[in-house]
Nanobody, 119 residues
Framework: QVQLVESGGGSVQAGGSLRLSCAAS????????MGWYRQAPGKQRKLVAS???????NYVDSVKGRFTISRDNAKNTVYLQMNSLKPEDTAVYYC?????????????WGQGTQVTVSS
């Protein structure tokens, strides 16, 4: 069994910063791609940023230059540093990981953490 546990959400004013963490635990042989998604009320869940096991990153245009995704492979943890936050960044943020268990890859999701940015 694999679990992803997120932390670091909260409420900030526009221009502020937050750092999200997502730690994977359980029967993990390895983790391939990891990513952060967000879902605003009444909208679909969308990719925010992703990172490969080798450290290559990808960002949605709206967060480029403001958000930074990183990971610590030794800790099976992915981070999302969010700076210059805007009210439109308000959403529930979910981490996603492609976890290798023995020789099969499975996709796991975290429980979500609320980020609220006030103007």
């Amino acid at each position: 069994q694999v679990q992803l546990v997120e932390s670091g959400g909260g409420s900030v004013q526009a221009g502020g910063s937050l750092r999200l963490s997502c730690a994977a635990s359980g029967s993990i042989f390895g983790i391939n791609d990891m990513g952060w998604y967000r879902q605003a009320p009444g909208k679909q869940r969308k990719l925010v940023a992703s990172i490969t096991s080798g450290g290559s990153t990808n960002y949605v245009d709206s967060v480029k230059g403001r958000f930074t995704i990183s990971r610590d492979n030794a800790k099976n943890t992915v981070y999302l540093q969010m700076n210059s936050l805007k009210p439109e960044d308000t959403a529930v943020y979910y981490c996603k990981a492609m976890v290798r268990v023995v020789n099969i890859n499975y996709v796991y999701w975290g429980q979500g953490t609320q980020v609220t940015v006030s103007s």
